[in-house]
């Protein structure tokens, strides 16, 4: 006899089994070109935290070799309204 503890069971592992799998799967348009913003203090009293901006993104965009990315940085000012 099916009862409703083990329905739902049932039920919870094929859903989270389907939603695993779909995670594995691989992207099939990778084609396009993946558009990344990157806001940071560049001028203003917090502008030394955006020394190593340049660094980073060179390191992640090296990491990332093969696929089609383009960093936009914007400077935020050291204000936290322009940044928004």
Same mark, same amino acid.
């Given at each position: 006899? *099916?009862?409703?503890? !083990?329905? +739902?069971?049932?039920? &919870?592992?094929?859903? +989270? #089994? +389907?939603?695993? !799998?779909?995670? #594995?799967?691989? #992207? *099939?348009?990778?084609?396009?070109? *993946?558009? $990344?913003?990157?806001?940071?203090? /560049?001028?203003?009293? $917090?502008?030394?935290?955006?020394? !190593? @901006? @340049?660094? =980073?993104?060179?390191?992640? +965009? #090296?990491?990332?070799?093969?696929?089609?990315?383009?960093?936009?940085?914007? @400077? !935020? /000012?050291? =204000?936290? =309204?322009?940044? &928004?």
């Amino acid at each position: 006899m *099916i009862t409703r503890r !083990s329905l +739902l069971k049932a039920s &919870a592992a094929t859903g +989270l #089994a +389907l939603a695993g !799998s779909r995670l #594995a799967t691989p #992207a *099939i348009a990778q084609g396009a070109k *993946i558009r $990344l913003g990157y806001v940071s203090p /560049q001028t203003g009293p $917090l502008a030394g935290f955006a020394e !190593s @901006d @340049d660094y =980073n993104i060179k390191a992640f +965009l #090296a990491s990332e070799a093969g696929k089609n990315f383009e960093v936009i940085v914007k @400077d !935020s /000012q050291s =204000n936290p =309204n322009r940044a &928004a």
